[in-house]
């Protein structure tokens, strides 16, 4: 099978913590692509995060935002770290990445929820509740709390400060990540809920109307139900399976993503895509990354998980690249390597069993991935 008939640039930027770990194994993957299914995929590496700003002053260069545009996607491991949270706010690593997702309008973040069936004893769930259990997060990404003005800190009446942060949403910035929902949700089991604060904030009660609206304008083929954010919160460890697709703000979205990758067992198996509107060419400019953060404390330690990392490969190839059979290559690879038993120590009870490392991770994936190619 050739996949080679165009060249693709990745961007990748390792960041920091075990960011570079994890990186590492999935360009090991991208490497074998090229090698053994002729991708053709150029991978550009550049800093983001506190290496950039330890470098550069800044967490993100104009030259990296330049090159970035170059690029079909942009591949993120982690950043931060303890070590940056004494730099000045508007520095801090965080804010690259903030920088990246608002510079190209990324507003819908994808965050698949899978638990595999090797993985359901490992959730604090009970595996009867989990097994089988696939959902997709969208989450708001450029707009909302995170973005909204006014904020800052300001000298309050009392002479002491006040601290402010705004949610704030258009109906465009609503209808454009609802579209995208409903599309999505049209394309697997035709169920979405939206989750809002309709009741206590104003912007909420826009969200809701503005996903009815389109519910009745162009989706009434898909079912919708609205849910206020907490009672989701709670029916996400209750009985997660109710869902197929939630969609959400920037700040419910950061929180219930996290509520909902413990269902999976591990933090360190989820992926997410962050893409905009479509580019004429019909493909998606995105920018993947792992849900996880930098994890300081295992960091340089080859013990971190690269699953997330390496399943952010396989979203970039479905949506940016237009290679979804090299997707679907990685994710069966992931799930028989799973199945063999392979572990890094995330995945496993504590004391229980003998972890592989970050890089033993990577090779059994590899060596799964090369008997896939049996199947194709
Ligand atoms: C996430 C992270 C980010 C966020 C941080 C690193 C800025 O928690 O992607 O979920 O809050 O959006
Ligand atoms: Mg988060």
Request: hydrophobic share 45%.
């Amino acid at each position: 099978m050739s996949m080679g008939e165009r060249r693709r640039r990745v961007l990748v930027l390792a960041g920091d913590g075990i960011g570079p770990e994890v990186m590492g194994q999935a360009v090991r993957i991208i490497d074998w692509l090229n090698a053994r299914l002729d991708a053709g995929i150029e991978t550009v590496p550049a800093l983001l995060g506190g290496c950039a700003y330890d470098r550069h002053a800044v967490p993100v260069t104009e030259e990296t935002v330049d090159l970035a545009r170059s690029c079909d996607a942009l591949l993120v491991g982690a950043v931060g770290g303890p070590k940056y949270e004494s730099a000045p706010f508007r520095l801090r690593p965080e804010q690259g990445l903030l920088r990246l997702r608002k510079e190209f309008d990324l507003y819908a973040n994808l965050r698949p929820i899978t638990c595999f069936d090797a993985l359901a004893t490992r959730s604090t769930l009970k595996p009867e509740v989990v097994e089988g259990l696939d959902l997709v997060i969208v989450r708001e990404l450029t707009s909302g709390l995170y973005f909204g003005e006014p904020r800052g800190v300001f000298p309050s009446e009392t002479g002491r400060k006040i601290g402010i942060n705004t949610q704030r949403y258009t109906s465009e910035e609503i209808e454009r990540v609802a579209r995208f929902a409903f599309e999505l949700a049209r394309s697997r089991d035709k169920r979405l809920c939206s989750m809002d604060k309709a009741n206590v904030m104003e912007a909420g009660m826009l969200w809701r109307e503005e996903l009815q609206d389109l519910h009745d304008a162009e989706f009434a083929d898909v079912d919708l139900t609205h849910m206020y954010a907490d009672n989701g919160a709670m029916q996400l460890v209750r009985n997660p399976r109710q869902f197929d697709v939630i969609v959400t703000d920037n700040l419910f979205g950061d929180i219930l993503s996290d509520e909902a990758a413990m269902l999976t067992g591990s933090l360190g198996m989820l992926p997410s895509a962050s893409i905009g509107d479509k580019s004429s060419s019909g493909r998606w400019f995105g920018l993947y990354e792992p849900v996880h953060g930098s994890a300081p404390d295992i960091a340089g330690k080859n013990l971190a998980n690269p699953i997330a990392c390496i399943l952010s490969v396989a979203m970039a190839l479905r949506y940016s690249l237009d290679m979804a059979k090299g997707a679907e290559l990685i994710e069966a690879a992931i799930k028989s390597t799973l199945a063999q038993g392979v572990r890094t120590a995330d995945l496993l009870p504590a004391n229980f069993g003998i972890p592989v490392t970050t890089e033993g991770m990577g090779d059994a994936i590899l060596a799964a991935a090369e008997d896939q190619l049996a199947f194709l």
